[in-house]
């Protein structure tokens, strides 16, 4: 089969490793991939949101099948048009990839179709959000409407802050459209955990559950980011909890997405809230997690081909899908300054043998002249996996120290909570 996966980061990356392991796979295409992907795909500099040249590609190398990876081509309808040319996809349609694509659809959904989330108020005018804000209670959450590259959510310490973050997103848009309409939600206290899931509209399996460290630095201080790194699967999601939110969040999604007409086929992305009272929804994506699914995949053992095209066929209730029972740890290398101004442009070097059980997957980096630069905020992520966390953490921590570029930042605390959340129950 000739797959053609869309997109250029680390989660692609991951994707692309996993596909490589099926028998079924002669060759992969990367659209527009990066220069660390080159090494197991085809790389081809078409962008990810360029889809009428997407579409024509796919039919000139007569391409079998899709993938679909980052928001951005889903919102804007990449798998419809594909689908439309006779290219069979995975990921959501246009009018399904709205879940993530607005706030306030998912929000709106939630309420009405009684899925546990937190209390919240949608917002078109700033004047009357920053009056609301006056008397809201704090800390509270402002999220903008739309896409943000997974920045687009501000946690208010004070409520000073929170009008500060109303009249940056709406006034400054420092967001651009997607902060024209926010979403000012309740603040929820519990850990927080990520469930990826496949589903092809009518069953939902759920990957094994991950714990994303979103703040730039240590002790979980600085900048929301896209993730500087995960383990899986996460502690605190125990297989009761599993239960209640297969019956209480998952299947009622899936089916509330049904009944307006809006199926979901692809990867739901459930990031969850395990408050006090249960666990609550916080935000729907609808694709793979970036960096979750690069501790999600690796501990994948069954063939992702046949998954993924039992998800687009409606027979994934037929299908295997088994995950090893060990753990997995992705340590971000970043460029110092991310996720705000950085330099761009230094040679990185890497070892020519990692820890066992260990992978590389690049994100923000190009090739010039045979040599690996930096070239994007989240340059790569060191994935490892072994028995135990505890030892999945180590081996990821021992390749990041033999890898070097400079001004590189990473955090030295990633799986610090969850050890000490494992360490609790033994």
Avoid: W
Avoid at 360 to 365: C, D, E, K, L, S
């Amino acid at each position: 089969m000739k797959i053609m996966v869309i997109g250029g980061g680390g989660r692609e990356h991951a994707i692309i490793k996993k596909l490589k392991q099926s028998t079924k796979v002669t060759d992969i295409f990367a659209l527009p991939g990066n220069g660390g992907i080159a090494h197991d795909a085809v790389c081809v500099e078409i962008g990810a949101k360029d889809i009428p040249a997407i579409v024509e590609f796919a039919k000139n190398k007569a391409v079998d099948f899709a993938v679909v990876a980052p928001d951005d081509p889903l919102v804007l309808g990449a798998v419809d048009e594909l689908e439309k040319a006779g290219i069979p996809c995975f990921g959501p349609s246009k009018n399904a990839a709205i879940i993530e694509g607005s706030k306030v659809f998912a929000k709106n959904l939630m309420k009405k179709y009684g899925i546990p989330t937190a209390a919240y108020e949608v917002f078109t005018d700033m004047d009357k959000a920053l009056k609301y804000l006056e008397t809201a209670a704090v800390p509270v959450v402002i999220k903008a409407d739309g896409l943000a590259l997974g920045k687009g959510v501000v946690i208010a310490r004070t409520r000073e802050d929170a009008q500060n973050a109303v009249r940056s997103i709406m006034h400054d848009k420092i967001f651009g459209e997607s902060g024209s309409q926010i979403v000012i939600e309740e603040f929820l206290e519990g850990p927080e955990v990520s469930v990826l899931s496949f589903t092809d509209g009518k069953t939902v399996v759920p990957m094994i559950s991950s714990m994303d460290h979103k703040r730039a630095f240590d002790n979980d201080e600085g900048l929301n980011t896209g993730g500087m790194g995960t383990v899986a699967p996460n502690p605190y999601y125990t297989d009761d909890i599993a239960k209640e939110c297969m019956e209480k969040i998952f299947l009622p999604t899936i089916n509330a997405m049904n009944a307006e007409g809006r199926t979901f086929k692809g990867c739901l992305y459930f990031g969850l809230m395990l408050t006090k009272d249960g666990p609550k929804v916080i935000e729907y994506n609808c694709r793979f997690g970036d960096p979750e699914t690069q501790v999600v995949l690796p501990l994948l053992e069954s063939d992702l081909v046949d998954i993924m095209l039992a998800t687009r066929d409606g027979a994934l209730a037929k299908t295997e899908v088994k995950f090893s029972d060990g753990s997995a740890c992705c340590v971000i290398m970043a460029s110092e300054g991310y996720p705000e101004k950085y330099e761009k442009g230094f040679e990185i070097t890497v070892p020519s043998q990692l820890p066992e059980e260990t992978e590389i997957y690049f994100a923000g980096v190009k090739l010039d002249s045979g040599k690996l630069l930096t070239n994007g905020g989240r340059v790569l992520g060191v994935a490892a996996k072994s028995d135990c966390l505890e030892t999945a953490i180590g081996r990821a921590y021992a390749a990041v120290r033999q890898i070097h570029f400079k001004n590189a930042f990473y955090r030295k605390d990633i799986g610090r909570s969850a050890l000490k959340a494992i360490n609790k129950e033994a």
